[in-house]
Protein backbone atom coordinates (compact mmCIF):
# COMPACT_ATOMS: atom_id res chain seq x y z
CA UNK A 1 0.00 0.00 0.00
CA UNK A 2 2.70 2.36 0.83
CA UNK A 3 4.34 1.74 -3.01
CA UNK A 4 0.81 2.41 -4.32
CA UNK A 5 1.02 6.00 -2.56
CA UNK A 6 3.97 7.11 -3.61
CA UNK A 7 3.07 6.27 -6.92
CA UNK A 8 -0.48 8.21 -7.05
CA UNK A 9 1.70 11.02 -5.79
CA UNK A 10 4.30 10.38 -8.76
CA UNK A 11 1.24 10.55 -11.14
CA UNK A 12 -0.18 13.90 -9.12
CA UNK A 13 3.41 15.86 -9.77
CA UNK A 14 3.79 15.47 -13.70
CA UNK A 15 0.09 17.33 -14.25
CA UNK A 16 0.54 19.89 -12.55
CA UNK A 17 4.01 21.19 -13.82
CA UNK A 18 2.16 20.14 -17.24
CA UNK A 19 -0.93 22.43 -16.21
CA UNK A 20 1.63 25.50 -14.66
CA UNK A 21 3.84 25.27 -18.07
CA UNK A 22 1.18 26.58 -20.46
CA UNK A 23 0.19 29.19 -19.46
CA UNK A 24 3.69 30.14 -19.16
CA UNK A 25 4.42 29.33 -23.22
CA UNK A 26 0.66 31.71 -23.91
CA UNK A 27 2.24 34.47 -21.69
CA UNK A 28 5.29 34.46 -24.09
CA UNK A 29 4.42 37.37 -26.75
CA UNK A 30 2.59 39.48 -22.98
CA UNK A 31 6.70 39.14 -21.74
CA UNK A 32 5.20 40.12 -18.30
CA UNK A 33 5.39 37.99 -14.97
CA UNK A 34 3.30 39.33 -12.86
CA UNK A 35 -0.40 39.51 -14.74
CA UNK A 36 -0.07 35.70 -15.57
CA UNK A 37 0.71 34.83 -12.20
CA UNK A 38 -2.65 36.42 -10.97
CA UNK A 39 -4.33 35.22 -14.08
CA UNK A 40 -3.40 31.33 -13.28
CA UNK A 41 -4.45 31.49 -9.67
CA UNK A 42 -8.23 31.01 -10.68
CA UNK A 43 -7.41 27.45 -12.14
CA UNK A 44 -6.07 26.23 -8.50
CA UNK A 45 -9.55 24.93 -7.22
CA UNK A 46 -9.89 22.63 -10.42
CA UNK A 47 -6.77 21.20 -9.42
CA UNK A 48 -8.17 20.60 -5.58
CA UNK A 49 -11.41 19.11 -7.58
CA UNK A 50 -9.03 16.33 -9.02
CA UNK A 51 -7.41 15.60 -6.32
CA UNK A 52 -10.62 14.87 -4.17
CA UNK A 53 -11.25 11.72 -6.33
CA UNK A 54 -7.43 10.61 -5.83
CA UNK A 55 -7.94 11.13 -2.13
CA UNK A 56 -10.77 9.62 -1.93
CA UNK A 57 -9.43 6.21 -3.71
CA UNK A 58 -6.67 6.34 -1.09
CA UNK A 59 -8.97 6.34 1.74
CA UNK A 60 -11.10 3.49 -0.13
CA UNK A 61 -7.88 1.43 -0.21
CA UNK A 62 -7.09 2.07 3.39
CA UNK A 63 -10.20 1.14 4.60
CA UNK A 64 -9.50 -1.82 2.28
CA UNK A 65 -6.29 -3.10 3.24
CA UNK A 66 -5.52 -2.05 6.81
CA UNK A 67 -2.63 -3.42 7.45
CA UNK A 68 -1.17 -0.83 4.96
CA UNK A 69 1.98 1.58 5.96
CA UNK A 70 -0.48 5.05 5.21
CA UNK A 71 -0.76 6.89 8.52
CA UNK A 72 -5.18 7.16 9.21
CA UNK A 73 -4.39 10.80 10.99
CA UNK A 74 -5.26 14.23 9.87
CA UNK A 75 -2.13 16.48 9.77
CA UNK A 76 -4.04 18.53 12.60
CA UNK A 77 -3.31 14.99 15.03
CA UNK A 78 -0.13 14.84 13.29
CA UNK A 79 1.13 18.41 14.21
CA UNK A 80 -0.80 17.89 17.75
CA UNK A 81 1.14 14.49 18.44
CA UNK A 82 4.49 16.64 17.49
CA UNK A 83 3.87 19.79 19.85
CA UNK A 84 3.48 16.77 22.76
CA UNK A 85 6.68 15.39 22.30
CA UNK A 86 8.68 18.45 22.19
CA UNK A 87 7.01 19.37 25.50
CA UNK A 88 8.17 15.81 26.73
CA UNK A 89 11.39 16.59 25.51
CA UNK A 90 11.29 19.94 27.24
CA UNK A 91 9.56 18.36 30.50
CA UNK A 92 12.96 15.26 30.97
CA UNK A 93 15.84 17.76 30.18
CA UNK A 94 14.40 20.32 33.08
CA UNK A 95 13.49 18.07 35.52
CA UNK A 96 15.89 14.90 34.69
CA UNK A 97 12.05 12.56 35.11
CA UNK A 98 10.21 10.90 32.50
CA UNK A 99 6.58 12.26 32.20
CA UNK A 100 4.22 9.60 33.31
CA UNK A 101 1.57 8.66 30.75
CA UNK A 102 -1.16 5.28 30.47
CA UNK A 103 -1.19 3.53 27.64
CA UNK A 104 -4.28 4.17 26.47
CA UNK A 105 -4.06 7.76 27.44
CA UNK A 106 -6.04 9.78 24.28
CA UNK A 107 -3.91 13.46 23.78
CA UNK A 108 -6.84 14.64 22.13
CA UNK A 109 -9.69 13.96 24.23
CA UNK A 110 -10.33 17.53 26.06
CA UNK A 111 -12.10 15.41 29.39
CA UNK A 112 -8.52 13.70 29.88
CA UNK A 113 -8.04 16.34 32.49
CA UNK A 114 -11.04 15.41 34.38
CA UNK A 115 -9.49 12.84 36.30
CA UNK A 116 -6.57 14.97 37.85
CA UNK A 117 -8.97 17.13 38.95
CA UNK A 118 -10.94 14.62 40.62
CA UNK A 119 -7.67 13.45 42.13
CA UNK A 120 -6.68 17.29 43.34
CA UNK A 121 -10.74 17.50 45.14
CA UNK A 122 -10.09 14.85 47.52
CA UNK A 123 -6.99 16.77 48.45
CA UNK A 124 -8.43 19.56 48.97
CA UNK A 125 -11.39 17.87 51.27
CA UNK A 126 -9.16 16.46 53.14
CA UNK A 127 -7.40 20.12 53.59
CA UNK A 128 -10.89 21.08 54.81
CA UNK A 129 -11.51 17.80 57.00
CA UNK A 130 -8.34 19.10 58.79
CA UNK A 131 -8.77 22.89 59.54
CA UNK A 132 -12.36 21.18 60.86
CA UNK A 133 -10.47 19.06 63.17
CA UNK A 134 -7.82 21.94 63.89
CA UNK A 135 -11.03 24.19 65.12
CA UNK A 136 -12.91 21.23 66.97
CA UNK A 137 -14.25 23.20 69.90
CA UNK A 138 -12.85 21.55 73.17
CA UNK A 139 -11.59 22.52 77.25
CA UNK A 140 -9.00 21.94 78.93
CA UNK A 141 -8.65 18.13 80.39
CA UNK A 142 -5.86 15.68 81.87
CA UNK A 143 -5.22 14.76 78.32
CA UNK A 144 -5.24 17.94 76.55
CA UNK A 145 -3.35 19.42 78.83
CA UNK A 146 0.10 18.15 77.89
CA UNK A 147 3.32 19.96 79.09
CA UNK A 148 4.62 22.72 77.08
CA UNK A 149 0.82 24.05 77.50
CA UNK A 150 0.73 27.63 78.49
CA UNK A 151 -2.37 28.55 80.11
CA UNK A 152 -3.99 31.29 82.47
CA UNK A 153 -4.64 30.88 86.22
CA UNK A 154 -5.98 32.92 89.68
CA UNK A 155 -3.90 31.81 92.85
CA UNK A 156 -6.29 30.01 95.07
CA UNK A 157 -3.78 28.95 97.66
CA UNK A 158 -0.27 29.76 98.94
CA UNK A 159 1.66 27.63 101.01
CA UNK A 160 5.30 27.38 102.18
CA UNK A 161 6.11 25.32 99.24
CA UNK A 162 3.97 25.86 96.41
CA UNK A 163 1.52 28.08 95.05
CA UNK A 164 -2.42 26.81 93.71
CA UNK A 165 -3.55 27.95 90.45
CA UNK A 166 -7.16 27.61 89.43
CA UNK A 167 -6.89 26.30 85.91
CA UNK A 168 -10.39 26.51 83.28
CA UNK A 169 -12.72 23.69 83.36
CA UNK A 170 -12.30 22.82 87.13
CA UNK A 171 -8.68 22.22 86.98
CA UNK A 172 -5.74 23.13 89.67
CA UNK A 173 -2.52 23.21 88.97
CA UNK A 174 0.86 23.86 91.41
CA UNK A 175 3.82 25.87 91.34
CA UNK A 176 6.88 24.75 93.23
CA UNK A 177 8.69 27.13 95.02
CA UNK A 178 11.57 26.27 92.42
CA UNK A 179 9.49 27.42 89.63
CA UNK A 180 8.45 31.30 90.31
CA UNK A 181 12.18 32.57 88.52
CA UNK A 182 15.39 32.57 87.98
CA UNK A 183 15.89 35.37 91.13
CA UNK A 184 13.93 33.71 93.45
CA UNK A 185 16.56 30.76 93.07
CA UNK A 186 19.38 32.62 93.27
CA UNK A 187 18.27 34.03 96.57
CA UNK A 188 17.47 30.50 97.64
CA UNK A 189 21.13 29.23 96.56
CA UNK A 190 22.33 32.18 98.95
CA UNK A 191 20.04 31.24 101.91
CA UNK A 192 20.96 27.35 102.16
CA UNK A 193 24.17 28.61 101.75
CA UNK A 194 24.13 30.56 104.82
CA UNK A 195 22.29 28.12 106.68
CA UNK A 196 25.77 25.52 106.24
CA UNK A 197 27.80 28.39 107.68
CA UNK A 198 25.40 28.32 110.51
CA UNK A 199 25.43 32.20 110.60
CA UNK A 200 22.71 33.85 111.85
CA UNK A 201 20.37 35.37 108.95
CA UNK A 202 18.08 38.04 109.31
CA UNK A 203 14.37 36.66 109.23
CA UNK A 204 13.70 39.42 106.51
CA UNK A 205 15.66 37.81 103.90
CA UNK A 206 13.78 34.04 104.29
CA UNK A 207 11.67 33.60 101.19
CA UNK A 208 8.17 33.43 101.79
CA UNK A 209 5.85 32.53 99.15
CA UNK A 210 2.96 34.39 101.00
CA UNK A 211 4.88 37.47 100.79
CA UNK A 212 5.18 37.17 96.70
CA UNK A 213 1.63 35.86 96.49
CA UNK A 214 -1.88 37.00 97.20
CA UNK A 215 -5.32 34.78 96.58
CA UNK A 216 -6.99 36.04 93.68
CA UNK A 217 -3.85 36.99 91.51
CA UNK A 218 -3.61 36.70 88.01
CA UNK A 219 -0.89 34.79 86.28
CA UNK A 220 0.86 33.10 82.99
CA UNK A 221 1.60 29.54 83.53
CA UNK A 222 3.16 26.80 81.82
CA UNK A 223 2.52 23.23 82.32
CA UNK A 224 6.01 21.29 82.66
CA UNK A 225 4.47 18.14 83.88
CA UNK A 226 1.33 16.01 84.91
CA UNK A 227 2.24 12.79 86.50
CA UNK A 228 0.39 11.20 89.81
CA UNK A 229 0.85 12.18 93.28
CA UNK A 230 2.50 8.39 93.55
CA UNK A 231 3.00 5.52 91.96
CA UNK A 232 -0.81 4.00 92.53
CA UNK A 233 -2.02 5.07 88.97
CA UNK A 234 -5.53 5.52 90.31
CA UNK A 235 -4.22 8.40 92.82
CA UNK A 236 -5.33 12.00 91.24
CA UNK A 237 -2.94 13.31 88.59
CA UNK A 238 -0.70 16.62 89.49
CA UNK A 239 -0.30 18.91 87.29
CA UNK A 240 2.80 21.24 88.14
CA UNK A 241 3.43 24.63 86.44
CA UNK A 242 5.77 27.11 86.51
CA UNK A 243 5.32 31.11 86.63
CA UNK A 244 9.25 32.05 85.57
CA UNK A 245 9.21 34.73 82.84
CA UNK A 246 11.45 32.62 80.36
CA UNK A 247 9.22 29.96 80.36
CA UNK A 248 5.88 31.71 79.79
CA UNK A 249 6.45 34.71 77.74
CA UNK A 250 7.12 32.49 74.88
CA UNK A 251 10.95 33.44 74.01
CA UNK A 252 9.20 36.46 72.49
CA UNK A 253 11.62 39.30 70.50
CA UNK A 254 11.42 42.64 71.50
CA UNK A 255 9.75 43.66 68.36
CA UNK A 256 7.09 40.98 68.89
CA UNK A 257 5.87 42.67 71.94
CA UNK A 258 2.96 44.79 71.06
CA UNK A 259 1.38 47.36 73.18
CA UNK A 260 -1.78 46.39 75.14
CA UNK A 261 -0.45 42.81 75.18
CA UNK A 262 -0.11 40.66 78.78
CA UNK A 263 3.48 39.80 79.94
CA UNK A 264 4.86 38.19 83.04
CA UNK A 265 8.08 39.91 84.69
CA UNK A 266 9.94 39.24 87.82
CA UNK A 267 11.18 41.83 89.99
CA UNK A 268 14.53 42.84 89.42
CA UNK A 269 15.65 46.15 91.50
CA UNK A 270 13.80 48.08 93.72
CA UNK A 271 13.99 51.62 93.25
CA UNK A 272 12.65 55.26 94.34
CA UNK A 273 10.26 56.25 91.42
CA UNK A 274 9.51 52.83 90.10
CA UNK A 275 10.34 49.30 89.97
CA UNK A 276 13.01 47.70 87.25
CA UNK A 277 11.73 44.44 86.20
CA UNK A 278 13.14 41.71 84.29
CA UNK A 279 11.39 40.18 81.37
CA UNK A 280 13.41 37.28 80.17
CA UNK A 281 12.56 37.98 76.23
CA UNK A 282 14.74 36.60 73.79
CA UNK A 283 15.98 40.54 73.07
CA UNK A 284 18.47 40.31 76.73
CA UNK A 285 19.21 44.50 76.40
CA UNK A 286 15.05 45.07 77.13
CA UNK A 287 13.75 45.57 80.40
CA UNK A 288 10.36 46.41 82.10
CA UNK A 289 9.64 49.36 84.17
CA UNK A 290 6.81 49.90 86.32
CA UNK A 291 6.43 53.52 87.75
CA UNK A 292 4.98 54.02 91.30
CA UNK A 293 1.84 55.40 90.12
CA UNK A 294 0.82 52.36 88.21
CA UNK A 295 1.49 49.29 91.13
CA UNK A 296 -2.47 49.66 91.82
CA UNK A 297 -3.71 49.31 94.96
CA UNK A 298 -2.38 45.37 95.36
CA UNK A 299 1.05 46.35 95.23
CA UNK A 300 3.10 48.55 97.89
CA UNK A 301 6.71 49.72 96.34
CA UNK A 302 8.40 49.06 99.77
CA UNK A 303 6.85 45.41 99.91
CA UNK A 304 8.28 44.22 96.82
CA UNK A 305 11.01 41.45 96.88
CA UNK A 306 13.81 40.67 94.44
CA UNK A 307 11.75 37.74 92.31
CA UNK A 308 8.74 38.36 92.98
CA UNK A 309 6.81 37.80 89.84
CA UNK A 310 3.39 39.80 88.49
CA UNK A 311 1.18 39.21 84.89
CA UNK A 312 1.62 42.82 83.76
CA UNK A 313 0.03 44.83 80.79
CA UNK A 314 2.07 46.70 78.28
CA UNK A 315 1.24 50.29 78.53
CA UNK A 316 3.76 51.54 75.85
CA UNK A 317 7.26 51.53 74.76
CA UNK A 318 10.25 53.68 75.40
CA UNK A 319 11.59 55.98 72.62
CA UNK A 320 14.96 53.54 72.25
CA UNK A 321 12.98 50.51 72.52
CA UNK A 322 15.08 49.25 75.53
CA UNK A 323 12.19 49.78 78.13
CA UNK A 324 8.67 48.53 78.07
CA UNK A 325 6.43 50.68 80.28
CA UNK A 326 4.76 48.18 82.39
CA UNK A 327 1.39 48.09 84.96
CA UNK A 328 0.43 45.25 87.64
CA UNK A 329 -2.90 47.06 88.35
CA UNK A 330 -5.86 44.72 87.89
CA UNK A 331 -8.29 47.79 87.59
CA UNK A 332 -6.66 48.09 84.35
CA UNK A 333 -6.93 45.10 82.72
CA UNK A 334 -10.70 45.03 81.48
CA UNK A 335 -11.63 44.92 77.85
CA UNK A 336 -14.99 46.53 78.61
CA UNK A 337 -13.52 49.90 79.62
CA UNK A 338 -15.89 51.39 76.87
CA UNK A 339 -13.59 53.82 74.95
CA UNK A 340 -10.75 53.84 72.43
CA UNK A 341 -8.33 52.63 75.00
CA UNK A 342 -9.17 49.32 75.82
CA UNK A 343 -6.71 47.30 76.51
CA UNK A 344 -7.38 44.88 73.74
CA UNK A 345 -4.92 43.53 71.33
CA UNK A 346 -6.31 43.91 67.20
CA UNK A 347 -3.44 42.98 65.82
CA UNK A 348 0.56 41.75 65.62
CA UNK A 349 3.61 41.47 64.39
CA UNK A 350 3.40 37.27 64.42
CA UNK A 351 0.91 34.70 65.57
CA UNK A 352 3.30 33.83 68.86
CA UNK A 353 2.57 37.02 70.08
CA UNK A 354 -1.41 36.17 71.34
CA UNK A 355 -0.01 34.23 74.55
CA UNK A 356 -3.13 33.81 77.39
CA UNK A 357 -3.74 36.57 79.31
CA UNK A 358 -4.40 38.76 76.50
CA UNK A 359 -7.40 40.63 75.66
CA UNK A 360 -8.44 40.36 71.36
CA UNK A 361 -10.97 40.67 68.98
CA UNK A 362 -12.08 37.57 67.93
CA UNK A 363 -14.19 37.41 64.04
CA UNK A 364 -17.17 35.05 64.79
CA UNK A 365 -16.83 32.36 61.91
CA UNK A 366 -19.12 29.86 63.50
CA UNK A 367 -21.29 28.65 66.52
CA UNK A 368 -22.43 25.44 67.39
CA UNK A 369 -24.12 23.68 70.40
CA UNK A 370 -20.75 23.12 71.46
CA UNK A 371 -19.40 26.54 71.74
CA UNK A 372 -18.19 29.39 69.47
CA UNK A 373 -14.98 29.34 66.46
CA UNK A 374 -13.69 32.07 65.63
CA UNK A 375 -10.48 33.56 63.91
CA UNK A 376 -7.68 36.31 64.88
CA UNK A 377 -6.70 38.72 62.30
CA UNK A 378 -8.38 36.38 60.23
CA UNK A 379 -5.93 32.97 59.63
CA UNK A 380 -5.65 32.26 63.24
CA UNK A 381 -8.49 29.68 64.65
CA UNK A 382 -9.55 30.41 68.25
CA UNK A 383 -12.20 28.60 70.43
CA UNK A 384 -14.92 29.22 73.40
CA UNK A 385 -15.92 26.12 75.18
CA UNK A 386 -19.80 25.86 76.10
CA UNK A 387 -19.00 27.04 79.72
CA UNK A 388 -16.86 30.00 78.66
CA UNK A 389 -18.92 31.08 75.76
CA UNK A 390 -20.93 33.12 78.39
CA UNK A 391 -24.77 31.81 77.13
CA UNK A 392 -27.15 31.59 80.02
CA UNK A 393 -29.36 28.68 80.13
CA UNK A 394 -32.50 30.88 78.05
CA UNK A 395 -29.93 32.08 75.31
CA UNK A 396 -28.93 31.26 71.78
CA UNK A 397 -25.60 30.96 70.75
CA UNK A 398 -26.41 31.67 67.02
CA UNK A 399 -28.63 34.93 68.29
CA UNK A 400 -25.96 35.92 70.62
CA UNK A 401 -22.85 36.43 68.87
CA UNK A 402 -24.17 36.72 64.97
CA UNK A 403 -21.36 35.17 62.22
CA UNK A 404 -19.09 37.71 60.98
CA UNK A 405 -19.54 40.20 64.16
CA UNK A 406 -16.88 41.01 65.87
CA UNK A 407 -16.63 40.16 69.88
CA UNK A 408 -13.77 40.86 72.63
CA UNK A 409 -12.44 37.51 74.75
CA UNK A 410 -9.45 36.93 76.21
CA UNK A 411 -6.87 34.05 75.41
CA UNK A 412 -7.07 31.86 78.39
CA UNK A 413 -4.14 29.09 76.83
CA UNK A 414 -2.57 28.22 74.11
CA UNK A 415 -1.65 24.17 73.59
CA UNK A 416 0.78 23.11 71.13
CA UNK A 417 -0.83 21.05 68.10
CA UNK A 418 0.64 17.89 66.50
CA UNK A 419 1.52 20.12 63.11
CA UNK A 420 3.59 22.29 65.39
CA UNK A 421 0.94 25.29 65.29
CA UNK A 422 -0.71 26.08 68.40
CA UNK A 423 -4.37 25.77 69.05
CA UNK A 424 -5.56 28.65 71.27
CA UNK A 425 -8.80 28.76 73.47
CA UNK A 426 -10.34 31.86 74.59
CA UNK A 427 -12.96 32.88 77.18
CA UNK A 428 -16.21 35.26 76.81
CA UNK A 429 -17.45 35.36 80.28
CA UNK A 430 -17.17 38.96 81.44
CA UNK A 431 -15.21 37.97 84.65
CA UNK A 432 -12.35 36.81 82.79
CA UNK A 433 -12.43 39.60 80.01
CA UNK A 434 -12.09 42.31 82.82
CA UNK A 435 -9.67 40.09 85.59
CA UNK A 436 -10.83 41.81 88.27
CA UNK A 437 -8.75 41.82 91.77
CA UNK A 438 -10.00 40.40 94.81
CA UNK A 439 -12.41 42.51 96.76
CA UNK A 440 -9.77 43.63 99.59
CA UNK A 441 -7.45 44.97 96.75
CA UNK A 442 -9.92 47.22 94.86
CA UNK A 443 -9.15 50.78 94.70
CA UNK A 444 -11.00 53.22 96.47
CA UNK A 445 -12.70 54.53 93.06
CA UNK A 446 -13.20 51.48 91.94
CA UNK A 447 -17.06 51.76 89.97
CA UNK A 448 -19.80 49.68 90.66
CA UNK A 449 -19.51 47.48 87.91
CA UNK A 450 -16.16 46.78 88.56
CA UNK A 451 -17.06 45.40 92.82
CA UNK A 452 -19.61 43.40 91.24
CA UNK A 453 -17.57 41.42 89.17
CA UNK A 454 -14.59 41.16 91.87
CA UNK A 455 -17.04 40.07 94.21
CA UNK A 456 -18.63 37.18 91.55
CA UNK A 457 -14.84 36.04 91.43
CA UNK A 458 -14.65 35.05 94.74
CA UNK A 459 -15.93 32.64 96.56
CA UNK A 460 -18.93 32.90 98.71
CA UNK A 461 -19.98 28.87 99.77
CA UNK A 462 -17.16 26.80 101.17
CA UNK A 463 -16.07 23.97 100.36
CA UNK A 464 -18.37 20.56 101.25
CA UNK A 465 -21.17 23.53 102.22
CA UNK A 466 -24.83 21.78 101.57
CA UNK A 467 -27.32 23.56 100.13
CA UNK A 468 -30.88 22.95 100.51
CA UNK A 469 -32.35 24.27 97.33
CA UNK A 470 -30.66 24.65 94.47
CA UNK A 471 -32.69 24.84 91.51
CA UNK A 472 -32.08 23.20 88.26
CA UNK A 473 -31.56 25.84 85.32
CA UNK A 474 -30.23 23.47 82.33
CA UNK A 475 -29.83 20.01 81.77
CA UNK A 476 -26.92 18.96 79.20
CA UNK A 477 -28.27 15.29 77.85
CA UNK A 478 -24.67 13.58 78.37
CA UNK A 479 -22.64 15.97 80.60
CA UNK A 480 -25.01 16.92 83.14
CA UNK A 481 -27.08 19.94 84.69
CA UNK A 482 -26.62 23.44 85.76
CA UNK A 483 -28.36 24.74 88.96
CA UNK A 484 -29.23 28.28 90.54
CA UNK A 485 -27.52 28.44 94.23
CA UNK A 486 -29.80 30.66 96.27
CA UNK A 487 -28.07 34.00 97.01
CA UNK A 488 -26.94 35.37 100.71
CA UNK A 489 -27.76 38.72 101.93
CA UNK A 490 -26.45 41.24 99.86
CA UNK A 491 -24.75 39.59 97.24
CA UNK A 492 -25.92 37.91 93.83
CA UNK A 493 -26.92 34.44 93.22
CA UNK A 494 -24.13 31.84 91.61
CA UNK A 495 -24.15 29.56 89.43
CA UNK A 496 -23.57 25.65 89.60
CA UNK A 497 -22.53 22.46 87.70
CA UNK A 498 -23.22 18.87 88.61
CA UNK A 499 -21.48 16.18 86.34
CA UNK A 500 -23.55 13.20 85.21
CA UNK A 501 -21.48 11.22 87.30
CA UNK A 502 -22.49 13.35 90.40
CA UNK A 503 -26.23 13.43 89.99
CA UNK A 504 -26.92 10.21 91.77
CA UNK A 505 -25.41 6.67 93.19
CA UNK A 506 -26.79 5.20 90.46
CA UNK A 507 -25.33 5.28 87.14
CA UNK A 508 -27.26 7.95 85.25
CA UNK A 509 -26.87 6.91 80.80
CA UNK A 510 -28.70 10.73 79.88
CA UNK A 511 -30.56 13.04 81.24
CA UNK A 512 -33.70 14.95 80.15
CA UNK A 513 -34.54 18.32 80.31
CA UNK A 514 -38.65 17.84 80.53
CA UNK A 515 -39.08 14.45 82.25
CA UNK A 516 -37.77 12.73 85.43
CA UNK A 517 -35.89 13.71 88.66
CA UNK A 518 -33.72 16.06 87.12
CA UNK A 519 -35.81 17.79 84.83
CA UNK A 520 -36.14 21.76 84.51
CA UNK A 521 -37.06 23.78 87.42
CA UNK A 522 -36.76 20.72 90.12
CA UNK A 523 -35.14 21.26 93.47
CA UNK A 524 -32.45 19.76 94.60
CA UNK A 525 -30.13 18.98 97.98
CA UNK A 526 -26.65 19.25 96.55
CA UNK A 527 -22.91 19.76 98.32
CA UNK A 528 -20.11 21.90 97.08
CA UNK A 529 -17.18 19.89 95.83
CA UNK A 530 -14.93 22.91 94.81
CA UNK A 531 -15.45 26.63 93.44
CA UNK A 532 -13.31 27.66 90.36
CA UNK A 533 -13.39 31.41 89.60
CA UNK A 534 -11.57 30.64 85.94
CA UNK A 535 -15.09 29.19 85.00
CA UNK A 536 -17.49 31.50 87.66
CA UNK A 537 -18.85 27.93 88.73
CA UNK A 538 -19.50 25.73 92.12
CA UNK A 539 -18.43 21.83 91.37
CA UNK A 540 -21.55 20.21 93.25
CA UNK A 541 -22.70 16.69 93.83
CA UNK A 542 -26.28 15.53 94.16
CA UNK A 543 -25.46 11.80 95.35
CA UNK A 544 -26.77 10.63 98.79
CA UNK A 545 -23.49 8.98 99.85
CA UNK A 546 -21.95 12.16 99.74
CA UNK A 547 -24.34 14.31 101.38
CA UNK A 548 -24.34 12.03 103.83
CA UNK A 549 -20.35 12.16 104.48
CA UNK A 550 -19.36 14.04 107.74
CA UNK A 551 -16.37 14.86 106.11
CA UNK A 552 -14.75 15.48 102.43
CA UNK A 553 -11.81 17.24 102.88
CA UNK A 554 -9.39 16.79 105.85
CA UNK A 555 -9.66 20.63 106.47
CA UNK A 556 -13.56 20.31 107.46
CA UNK A 557 -12.10 18.71 110.92
CA UNK A 558 -11.78 21.30 113.57
CA UNK A 559 -9.21 20.87 116.16
CA UNK A 560 -10.44 19.40 118.96
CA UNK A 561 -13.32 17.95 117.33
CA UNK A 562 -14.45 14.08 118.44
CA UNK A 563 -14.96 12.18 115.69
CA UNK A 564 -15.32 8.21 114.96
Request: aromatic share 4%; proline share 5%.
Amino acid sequence: MSSTKRKAVTDDRPQKRVKAGKPEADSKPHRSSAKPAKENRPPKPELNERRGPVKSVLQQEERNFPRGGASVLTPIETKQIQAQAEKDVLFEQQTGEKPVREEDDDLFDDAAEAPVKQKRKPRKDDDGEKKVAATRIQGLSYKTLVPGSIVLGRVTGVTGKDVAIALANNLTGYVPITAVSERLNKRISELLAEDEQEDDSDDDSDVDLKKLFFEGQWLRAKVTSTGHDSTDQKAKRHIELSVDPVQVNGGLEADSVVTHSMLQASVRSVEDHGVIMDLDLATDSVRGFISKKELGAAYKLEELEEGQVMMCLVTGKGSDGKVLKLSPDAARFSAHIGNKQAPVVTEAPIVDAYLPGTAVEVLVTECSHGGVVGKLMGMLNVTADLVHSGVGEDEDLSAKYKISSKIKARIIWSLPGDDGARKLGVSLLETLTTLPPPPDKLPENANPKLKALATSASQKFPNSATIEDAKVTQVIQDRGIHLALPSLTGQSGATAFAHISQVSDARVESLSSTTGVFKVGSSHKVRVLSFNPIDGLYYVSLKQSILDQAYLRLEDVAVGEVVQ
